[in-house]
């Protein structure tokens, strides 16, 4: 599963320095990389042999159709399989929307995972960057606009329910937390113990401070596509994060995502209230918030099922079982249900 990753990650950083906006044809790559592993840059993606696999994750479906897409439109221009890697991704982006729910790829719930959100926006940002392109004209011989509409609908609505979970005060202010799929289980508590003390906000212009329960990638994409700018990101980052770099997989959907606002394309599209596979209430107070699926994650692989962040101490929890549970938050509370496309009785009850 790594290597298919890595197969699937190298072919999205190749084909982005290949073939870079506004153009979208293929260039020289003059940069140098720090890995031993680089192959030539020669208007190919490196690993065309993962195109043809079905099988794999939801985020390794999600780059493959991103793959499948710049390969048959792009690099290796082919009629007859561009139409149905396109008809494919529509499908792909819709049925999450009309069917399965928000990264729930047929019976497979990766729903607001943070271990794979990088994978997820790099596949994420790859698309936006080539359905724009195919709906604008780069490509002489489709020009069709479903696919954008597709995968902005599906940002939007990861924006959406991000902002259900972002930490609005103290050390950890501008990031997400909210329970979801493949989680490691542990720590379950971060600071531990929470500090008794309150924390301040941090000013903008900090390095980030890393934690164990959110994804820096997905927070900082998060952020990006919310203010629009680099420069809106609240955080101090690397002298190389915005620089996409094909030794540093991780980080590549936020330099794609950097490329795309620098040339013009939007992040934001109308969509109704988004939808996942498992239902979600989110409470959300003026000093914290808290969230979990009252009929558990069915079909997701080792998923958190509460969460919370505490604004005043900077503390933040995910579990299986709600243990740590939260403080009492003051304030008005805001009762937020992400509907599902499971019934949930017990939320009912």
């Known amino acids: 599963m790594a290597q298919t990753n890595f197969f699937l ?4 950083t190749y084909f982005h320095l290949q073939y870079p906006l506004p153009n979208l044809k293929c260039v020289p790559v003059k940069a140098s990389f720090d890995c031993k592993d680089i192959t030539p840059f020669n208007c190919q993606l490196p690993y065309p042999e993962v195109l043809n696999g079905s099988g794999g994750t939801p985020n390794q479906k999600t780059e493959r159709v ?30 999450q929307a009309n069917s399965t729910g928000h990264q729930c790829v047929g019976a497979a719930d990766e729903a607001l995972s943070a271990s794979h959100g990088p994978i997820w926006w790099r596949a994420i ?4 960057i080539t359905s724009w392109g195919i709906a604008n004209g780069k490509v002489s011989w489709h020009k069709d606009d479903g696919l954008e509409k597709a995968v902005l609908g599906w940002i939007q ?22 329970p979801g799929a493949r989680w490691d289980g542990s720590p379950t508590l971060f600071p531990d113990p929470c500090p ?42 690397g002298k190389n994060f915005w620089i996409l770099d094909p030794c540093a997989l991780d980080r590549a959907g936020a330099p794609l995502g950097k490329s ?19 239902q979600l209430p989110v409470d959300r107070y003026p ?19 509460w969460g919370w962040a505490d604004y005043t101490t900077g503390c933040m929890s995910l579990s299986t079982d709600g243990d740590p549970q939260p403080p009492a938050f003051s304030g008005e509370k805001k009762e937020t249900v992400v509907d599902s496309f499971v019934a949930c009785p017990e939320a009912a009850g």
């Not at 000093?287 to 099922?305: D, F, Q, R, T, W």
């Open 196 to 237: 008794k003390v309150v924390a301040e906000d941090p000013p903008p212009g900090q390095p980030y401070p890393k934690d164990p329960m959110t994804d820096q990638v997905s927070n900082v994409i998060y952020q990006l596509i919310k203010t629009g700018s680099v420069s809106g990101v609240p955080w101090k980052l």
């Open 260 to 278: 795309a606002l620098e040339n013009g394309l939007t992040f934001s599209a109308p969509a109704g209230p988004p939808k996942l596979h498992s």
């Open 66 to 95: 991103a793959n499948q897409i710049a390969c048959y439109f792009f690099t290796n221009p082919d009629h007859k399989k561009a139409k149905a890697a396109y008809e494919a991704a529509v499908r792909f982006f819709n049925d």
């Open 287 to 305: 000093v914290g918030h808290g969230a979990h699926y009252p009929c558990g994650m069915p079909e997701a692989l080792k998923p958190s099922i």
């Open 157 to 178: 609505w990861h924006q959406d329910l991000s902002a259900l979970g972002e930490i609005e005060g103290g050390s950890q202010k501008w990031k997400v937390l909210l």
């Open 125 to 128: 940002a790859s698309l936006r």
């Open 9 to 12: 990650g190298r072919n999205t």
